[in-house]
Nanobody, 122 residues
C-alpha cells in the first residue's frame, strides 16, 4: 500500500498554469496506476487524468485534454499534473489516487491523498 501527499495547489488567474505534485511512500510505487481526480464545491468527484504504471500510456477527461499533462517519475515516487490554460471551471480540490489494477478503470482507484486546492480567478 502507498500513501499519497499532494502539493502545488494555489490561486492563479485564468489562462495561467500550475503544476501539481503527488509524492508517494512505499517501495512499490512503480507497480501502481496513478490518476488525478477533482471535486468542485457542490459537485461529485470527477476523473481528470491517469497514467499507466510504466508511464508509457495516459488517459484524459475530455474537459482537460490538450491543456493538462500527467507524468510520473518512478525514481522519485512522484506523479505530476501540469495544468495550462486554466479556466475558472477548473477550480476544485485535486486528489491524487492509486490503483493496483488497470489505470483505465477509474472506479478501481482505492488509495487517495488528502487533496490540494486549485482556484482559478476570472
Amino acid at each position: 500500500q502507498v500513501q499519497l501527499v499532494e502539493s502545488g495547489g494555489g490561486l492563479v488567474q485564468a489562462g495561467g498554469s500550475l503544476r501539481l505534485s503527488c509524492a508517494a511512500s512505499g517501495r512499490t510505487f512503480s507497480r501502481y496506476g496513478m490518476a488525478w481526480f477533482r471535486q468542485a464545491p457542490g459537485k461529485e468527484r470527477e476523473f481528470v487524468a491517469a497514467i499507466r504504471w510504466s508511464g508509457s500510456s495516459t488517459y484524459y477527461a475530455d474537459s482537460v485534454k490538450g491543456r493538462f499533462t500527467i507524468s510520473r517519475d518512478n525514481d522519485k515516487n512522484t506523479v505530476y499534473l501540469q495544468m495550462n490554460s486554466l479556466k475558472p471551471e477548473d477550480t476544485a480540490v485535486y486528489y491524487c489516487a492509486a490503483t493496483g489494477g488497470s489505470y483505465l478503470r477509474t472506479y478501481e482507484y482505492d488509495t487517495w491523498g488528502q487533496g490540494t486546492q486549485v482556484t482559478v480567478s476570472s
